[in-house]
C-alpha cells in the first residue's frame, strides 16, 4: 500500500465520523488534512466531491439501520438540493464560487453560537415532520456546489437552530445528501478530468468504513451533548475559512 493511499484512508476515517456523527464537515476535514499532504487545493475538491458519492451513500444507509432518518424530511430536502447542487455546479464553470465563501462562514459562524446558546436552554419540542425546508436545501444545494461546502453546515445548523431534533436532523440530511452529491458529481464530470485515484479510492475506503460507527455514535450522543459539538464545530470550521477567504492566514 502506497503511503499517499493509506494516509487517503486516514483521512476519509476521519472525515467520515465528525460528518456522520454530527451531520457536517466531511469535506473541509479532508481537506485540512490533504492540504497538510501538499495537494493542490483544487484537487483536493474535485477529490472529496467524488469520494462523498460512496461515503454518503453508505452513510445514509446506516442513518436508515440506525432510524435516524425521516422520509418527509428527507425527500423535502433532497428534491431541491439536487436542483441547487446543479445549478451551482454548472455555474462554478464560469463565476469564481470563493467570492462566496467569507458571506457563507460569517452566517455559520453567527448559527454556531446560536446553536451552541440553545444547548444550555430547554429544547423545543418539535415533531420529526416535514418543515417546509425546500428554500433552505435549495440554497445548502447550490452553495455547497459553488463554496466547495456548505450543505451539511447550512442545512443542518438552520434546522438545529429551528429546534428540530438532532437526530433526525443529522440522519435525514446525511440521506438526502447522497442525492445532492450525486447530482453534483454527474455535473462536474461534465466538464473536469478525474485524476488522482489513490486519493478518491482512500478517501472512499475511510469512509465506508467509519460511516455505521458514526451513525451508532449519532443515535446514542445525548442531544445536548450534540449540539454543542455541533455549535462548537460551525464556529471553528467557519473561522477557519472565513480567515482563509479574507487571506489572513
Known sequence: ???????????????????????????????????????????????????????????????????????????????????????????????????FKPWISAYLMVMGGYIFWRSNHKPVSVKPDATHAIPLALTGGFLDAVGGGGWGPVVTSTLLAKGHPPRYVIGSVNMAEFFVTLSQALTFFFFLKLENLPIIAGLILGGVIAAPFAAKLCK????KTMMRLVGALLILVSARTLLLALKVI
Open 1 to 99: 500500500m502506497s503511503p499517499t493511499l493509506f494516509f487517503a484512508i486516514l483521512v476519509g476515517l476521519a472525515g467520515q465520523i465528525v460528518d456522520g456523527t454530527l451531520g457536517m464537515a466531511y469535506g473541509v476535514t479532508c481537506s485540512t488534512f490533504l492540504l497538510a499532504l501538499g495537494i493542490a487545493p483544487a484537487m483536493i475538491s474535485y477529490s472529496v466531491k467524488v469520494s462523498e458519492i460512496f461515503t454518503t451513500g453508505v452513510s445514509g444507509v446506516s442513518h436508515i439501520f440506525h432510524e435516524n432518518v425521516n422520509k418527509a424530511l428527507c425527500l423535502e430536502l433532497a428534491i431541491p438540493g439536487v436542483i441547487g447542487g446543479v445549478t451551482g455546479a454548472y455555474l462554478l464553470s464560469n463565476f469564481d464560487g470563493s467570492k
Open 220 to 223: 446514542i450522543l445525548p442531544a
